[in-house]
């Protein structure tokens, strides 16, 4: 069995929900985990998930500038212990990770392939390491019963993928990621993973001038096939999830947003196969409301899973803030339990602390506000849920449709042309169509004030 070595966070307890008038910093005042909403509990709706590398690898370095944060379990941070053996490193900082995440009372954790396991010198070694640390998250995972949301390949930092991954002009490092998503894959199947997830990483270009579009495209699709393949050989009976992003690292990202990543999908026979992990901000990123990209995948029947973070109106990369927003948030959650809620997803917190919030403790904050900002999104949007205001108005702006089957179904028996629709018209000198307000200052104003009164 795996130990639990000293704590990390010592002078901290259990977070515990104490309620909304509750002014402990420590505690949540939403997010009540038992307490049943519409049929479920919270935490079966919420699934929040807490990200291994945002929140244990990184060390605050930023591209101006070297790591800022107390993380000891992490020999390249500011207070790392740099003589320690990269294999005990990593099992500290795992030991950390559990130790965060059991007292917070997250029931899911994700993480990258690198995330966990140090490099070895070749692909055998760093696969050797990477399952020595499978086994160590086995036992932590058996000891506190925290599951994983999802596993996922880190195809995008090495210097080797600077031109991509599957995408790569050089079908070499196609093979090599095959390989780590193979790996990858078993190892997230062996630890009862929810969700698998493909982040495009690198899969994009800088210049049309050196890039083939159409090819990277067609190995990015017979990758895709391949992973799908590999998923039913081995049962693994997760989701997988591509998760969409406009653009950074890259200028134009492959996987732009819902909608195009539905229309690759279909056009390489993926559809049934994969669906989408939306990340917040990067659906504000891509011009996006965060609710459109929800809405987008319901639709389409790929909603899968959400990264749960936040963008900054003036800046335009990939902050990964806590969300704090829950008009933004709640108008999200709408979105979700209106197509029914997550099935294998969950809310995974791929968020990142500022730079300069550098105690250990500062990860409690920024989880519990976001926490505490979703729970309270969830009672929002489950309070105009069940009021039935909003979808009463929306059914009746198109109660007209009732009654037209032979204008919108083309298959009808009375199934209308254009020339007949023209015909009609023309020989109809009352048909008079009259306008009818929108309402949507209203319907804003309802919003706010379930947000207000939402207990
Ligand atoms: C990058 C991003 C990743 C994915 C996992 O913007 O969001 O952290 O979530 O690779
Ligand atoms: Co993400």
Known sequence: MTSSPEPFFGNIDAIAYEGPESDNPLAFRWYDAGRIIMGKTMAEHLRFGVCYWHSFAWDGSDIFGHGTLDRPWNP???????????LDAAKLKMAAAFEFIEKLGAPFFSFHDIDIAPAGSSFRETCGHFDEMVDEAAGHMDRTGIKLLWGTTNAFSHPRFMAGAATNPDPDLFA?????VAHCMNATHRLGGANYVLWGGREGYETLLNTDMSRELDQLGRFLNMVVEHKHAIGFEGALLIEPKPMEPTKHQYDYDVATVYGFLQRYGLDNEIKVNIEVNHATLSGHDFHHEVATAVHSGIFGSIDANAGDDRLGWDLDLFPKSVEQMTLGMLEILRGGGFTT????????????????DDLFHGHIGAMDTMARSLLAAASILEDGEIDRRRTARYAGWDAEQRILDGSHPAAVTLQQLHDEVIGDDSFDPQPVSGRQEALENLVAR???RAR
Request: glycine share 8%; net charge positive.
């Open 76 to 86: 390249a941070s500011r207070t790392g212990n740099t003589t320690i053996d990269p």
């Open 176 to 180: 090599y990621a095959a390989a780590q």
């Open 345 to 360: 997803g969950g809310l995974m917190f791929d968020t990142k602390l500022r730079r300069m919030s550098i105690e250990r």
């Open 450 to 452: 379930h947000i207000e």
